[in-house]
């Protein structure tokens, strides 16, 4: 079955081979990738950064271990944004499992760590965080992030999903259980979220998550601020479709 089309295309977001080299570096401040190698893979970066998720990630799968960067990206964006509830967890595994061979085969690369934790903390979202803790899940997305971040210090979104992680099982299970089993801190959260804006000033998503992870640590206490940075994330100008899709989303939460 055809993936959902990326619902709000945009003649700023379709990008040429020289265009999409000079805004890579703000594009990409989120999760470092480095440039392709490859025109193929140029191409399939150009479709997603356009919203044709779909054919960027049957081009990322056809270029082998050095297209699954592009492929698992899409994967996660259209799985997270537009998949129906049937579809998503399937992908979310897909890219998970993809992501153990590429750390296998490529233990240097970063994206291979970042992505396996996104795809499975994703995935517990939906399912459970609950269930997702009992079965060990945490330490897998743990593990995969701390490893990102030792590749890749100045991988923004690693920052956000470790906000993210701390939050949530504080949330879930109480600020006592949560440090004394799973080593979570309000304190961790705070500074990861703190640490993505520093590194990446203009992310929307790095704004949504910190507003969640404030609520979900700090209750109607935090609420103004929380408002405040959804705010910012809903009156940011998007530079190609994940952007805008993160966009949408801070609207929702207003909302």
């Known amino acids: 079955m055809p993936w959902k089309a990326f619902p709000y295309p ?25 440039w392709p ?22 081009a990322g799968m056809a270029a082998g271990l050095a297209g699954y960067s592009v492929a698992n990206k899409a994967a996660c964006m259209h799985a997270v ?3 129906g509830a049937a579809d998503k967890g399937a992908r979310l595994l897909e890219v998970a ?16 760590f970042y992505w396996h ?6 995935h517990a979202q939906d399912v459970s965080v609950l269930k997702a803790l009992a079965q060990g899940v945490a330490g897998k997305v743990k593990a995969s992030l701390d490893t990102a971040l030792h590749l890749a210090p100045r991988h923004a979104d690693a920052h956000i999903a470790l906000g993210v992680y701390h939050a949530e099982i504080i949330d879930k299970v109480g ?7 799973y080593g979570a801190s309000r ?6 979220f703190r640490e993505a804006l520093e590194l990446n000033p203009g ?5 949504i998550e910190y507003a969640r992870g404030m609520v979900m640590l700090d209750g109607r206490a935090k609420a103004g601020e929380a408002l405040a940075l959804c705010e910012q994330a809903a009156a940011s100008e998007p530079h190609d479709a994940m952007e805008r899709l993160d966009v949408e989303r801070a609207r929702q939460e207003i909302a």
Do not use: M, N
């Not at 499992?97 to 291979?112: D, H, L, N, V």
């Not at 992310?203 to 704004?207: H, L, P």
């Open 175 to 181: 600020a006592l259980v949560a440090s004394l089993t």
């Open 187 to 192: 304190d961790a959260a705070l500074r990861h």
């Open 10 to 34: 945009s003649a700023d977001f379709e990008y040429t081979g020289a265009a999409l080299k000079k805004a890579w570096p703000a594009l990409h401040a989120g999760d470092v990738e480095p």
């Open 81 to 83: 944004y537009l998949a």
């Open 37 to 58: 190698r490859s025109a193929a893979l140029v191409a399939a970066w150009i479709d997603f950064h356009a919203g044709r998720f779909e054919q960027a990630a049957h």
């Open 203 to 207: 992310s929307a998503i790095a704004r």
């Open 117 to 122: 934790a996104y795809a499975l903390g994703r």
């Open 97 to 112: 499992e993809r992501c153990e061979r590429q750390q296998r085969e490529q233990p240097a690369s970063a994206a291979g």
